[in-house]
């Protein structure tokens, strides 16, 4: 079939519902359920034209919009019902489809205004009730249609003419005459998005990002960024005293707009092109900082009212209040959809690689959420999680060194948080400070056993940490102190002689693992497993190098008889192990068939067996030159007293 053909059979359909739709544009109450039934047909026909692949011509959609425009010039809001209003929309959106393309500049901002005045409530001002949420939903859907942008659609346009489309839509919404109606348009969508009803919320979200992202100039998003972050993070986090959580998909496009308002306000580029900052990556930047002028910064607000330069004071204050907003999310980490904390990895990494330099002392919490959700328990999220890291990590991105700093900044601190964590009994916390410190260190390892080059500036790093200079002393001491274990509970069982007889043949007996201590500020075997496996992961992480602590620990152990002294044994019996991939805890047919092997672990190995069989030899010492006890005595012989006052 002919293309004309296809239109003038698309023009029967749409003439048998638009004809009596005109001769009923005159409102009543009497004809409000025939107008409904119209436009209920109407409807129907727009979209299964759709779903055929008809596409709608000026002469088609100018022929059906005049009998819907006909019903909003003939009666006053007031008299148009909700139902009205929703089909209207509905119907106006599956025009803009197709409309979007050649439509007059001035037909564009009225349907523009249309929308976001029943979204903001400002046209049902005098009717003295707003308009219901299933209406105002319509109302975004037509708009989202008006704006939503057509890179990936096929339309009449080639891609040059799609930008240069968009291009002419973008001018005209920023300008001065129209800012205003995009400011206010902005603020009725941040309202609606704060409704229950979770699709109208989905549609105000996707509004939101696509407003910011093409049609907001850059300096009107400075000046909405607080206003959008505040939204987000309450959308993100729910409503104070709501029970449970929010809805993963909400959840994932609040941070995308959260995302998009933060990396255009604020990232690294924009404040270095308005001379905020100075960025100096090499000694050409370095000669070009002191022989040249500054850039020049933008417009000031006298110039364009309704935007916000930034300035020095600006940055100052904007990054404090975006650090306090994004450590609010820090509950999201524990969200239970994946959707939810994959947005939270894409708004960490995104936020991250684009504002090294403006949001210096957000770095860190940044990586901490990538480095918890690194240990997830669903692998897709784990994987993720890393990946995100080893690109911030790679070689070819500009803030490898500053996120490196942070890593090591984060693995320090979190080692001196440990010994005021245990003595308070707080076993989650525990956990997730060593779960922090094993992510830092499997970073190192992971990407090794991906079959890419192992990342040694970590390993380096680490090393440094844990070797002769690392000034283990800050935080060895106090965790020795805090480390107090107890004896685990053993029940002794009786031995067969056939099982006795068997102990030489490996193949026929069972592996039997040794009673671990118990740590007696410690009550959750988790917990327990977790700082073995931070122990574990430092050594293999930092490798030779952390012979170092090891030797410091075994000296702390032999220095001393208290409880120290098992603690320091303890401790280097678990970074050795992680040094050599050989685990005391685990079967030792599971153990990879290649183990580390060096001059140095092994000579500390022997030094560290030897000293602990010396134990041995002591304690015999100390029972032999202890007096015998009498067994003879009667304990009832002895005598009571009793002293009273």
Same mark, same amino acid.
């Given at each position: 079939?002919?293309?004309?053909?296809?239109?003038?059979?698309?023009?029967?359909?749409?003439?048998?519902?638009?004809?009596?739709?005109?001769?009923?544009?005159?409102?009543?109450?009497?004809?409000?359920?025939?107008?409904?039934?119209?436009?209920?047909?109407?409807?129907?026909?727009?979209?299964?034209?759709?779903?055929?692949?008809?596409?709608l011509n000026a002469s088609l959609i100018s022929y059906t919009f005049f009998p819907i425009s006909s019903i909003l010039r003939r009666n006053p809001p007031s008299a148009i019902p909700d139902q009205v209003l929703e089909k209207i929309f509905l119907i106006l959106a599956l025009l803009c489809e197709d409309w979007w393309w050649f439509c007059e500049v001035n037909v564009w901002e009225q349907i523009f205004m249309l929308c976001g005045s029943v979204i903001g409530g400002i046209e049902s001002k005098g009717k003295g009730k707003d308009r219901d949420d299933e209406t105002k939903e319509a109302a975004a859907q037509c708009l989202f249609a008006l704006l939503r942008p057509r890179d990936d659609d096929t339309g009449p346009f080639t891609p040059s003419q799609v930008q240069s489309r968009t291009r002419i839509l973008k001018e005209h919404a920023q300008s001065s005459s129209f800012i205003p109606i995009l400011g206010q348009t902005l603020n009725s969508i941040l309202l609606s998005t704060e409704c229950p009803r979770v699709s109208l919320q989905k549609r105000a979200l996707d509004l939101l990002y696509t407003l910011l992202h093409i049609y907001f100039p850059d300096d009107l998003v400075v000046s909405v960024l607080p206003g959008v972050v505040s939204s987000m993070c309450k959308?993100?986090?729910?409503?104070?005293?709501?029970?449970?959580?929010?809805?993963? %998909?909400?959840?994932?496009?609040?941070? /995308?707009?959260? $995302?998009?308002?933060?990396?255009?306000?604020?990232?690294? *580029?924009?404040?270095?092109?308005?001379?905020?900052?100075?960025?100096?990556? %090499?000694?050409?930047?370095?000669?070009? /900082?002191?022989? $040249?002028q500054r850039p020049q910064k933008g417009?000031?607000? *006298?110039?364009?009212?309704?935007?916000?330069?930034?300035?020095?004071?600006?940055?100052?204050?904007?990054?404090?209040? /975006?650090h306090i907003a994004i450590k609010s999310l820090s509950p999201l980490v524990k969200h239970p959809t994946t959707s939810a904390v994959l947005a939270l990895i894409t708004f960490s990494s995104s936020v991250l690689s684009t504002t090294a330099e403006t949001l210096p002392q957000t770095q860190p919490l940044l990586l901490s959420f990538l480095l918890s959700l690194s240990n997830h328990d669903f692998p897709n999220v784990s994987t993720q999680s890393s990946q995100a890291l080893f690109a911030l990590l790679a070689k070819s991105s500009k803030t490898s060194h500053v996120i490196l700093q942070s890593l090591m900044r984060i693995t320090r601190d979190n080692l001196l948080a440990l010994p005021v964590l245990l003595p308070s009994h707080a076993d989650a916390k525990v956990e997730h400070v060593a779960g922090i410190v094993t992510a830092v260190c499997r970073l190192a390892s992971a990407h090794e056993q991906a079959g890419k080059t192992k990342l040694t500036s970590i390993s380096s790093e680490i090393g440094k940490l844990l070797g002769p200079t690392g000034g283990i002393e800050k935080w060895g001491w106090s965790l020795l102190s805090v480390l107090e274990f107890e004896d685990p509970p053993v029940t002794v069982t009786s031995v067969s002689s056939a099982q006795l007889m068997l102990e030489n043949d490996p193949s026929g007996s069972q592996w039997s693992p040794f009673p671990q201590p118990m740590l007696r500020n410690v009550s959750s075997t988790a917990t327990c497993d977790a700082l073995v496996r931070m122990f574990h992961s430092l050594g293999f992480a930092a490798g030779e190098s952390a012979l170092a602590s090891v030797e410091w620990f075994l000296d702390a152990g032999l220095g001393s008889k208290d409880t120290r002294a098992v603690a320091g044994l303890w401790c280097a019996c678990r970074l050795l192990e992680g040094i050599s991939s050989v685990s005391l805890f685990s079967d030792p047919s599971l153990s990879p068939?290649?183990?580390?092997?060096?001059?140095r672990l092994e000579k500390m190995a022997r030094v560290f067996a030897k000293n602990v069989s010396q134990l041995w030899d002591e304690v015999e010492e100390v029972l032999a030159d202890a007096p015998p006890q009498s067994h003879d005595e009667d304990p009832a012989s002895q005598p009571i007293e009793h002293v009273q006052g």
């Open positions: 079939m002919s293309a004309d053909a296809r239109s003038q059979l698309a023009f029967q359909r749409l003439k048998a519902a638009c004809v009596p739709l005109l001769s009923a544009s005159t409102l009543t109450p009497a004809s409000v359920p025939s107008v409904l039934k119209l436009l209920d047909g109407l409807l129907t026909t727009l979209r299964d034209l759709r779903s055929s692949g008809t596409t959308i993100a986090l729910g409503a104070s005293g709501s029970k449970g959580w929010v809805l993963g %998909d909400v959840v994932q496009k609040a941070l /995308l707009v959260m $995302q998009k308002a933060v990396v255009r306000a604020i990232s690294d *580029e924009v404040c270095i092109r308005d001379g905020v900052i100075v960025s100096v990556e %090499d000694l050409e930047d370095l000669t070009e /900082l002191f022989t $040249q417009p000031t607000t *006298e110039q364009r009212p309704y935007g916000t330069s930034r300035t020095h004071s600006w940055l100052r204050a904007t990054s404090s209040q /975006l068939a290649s183990l580390q092997r060096s001059r």
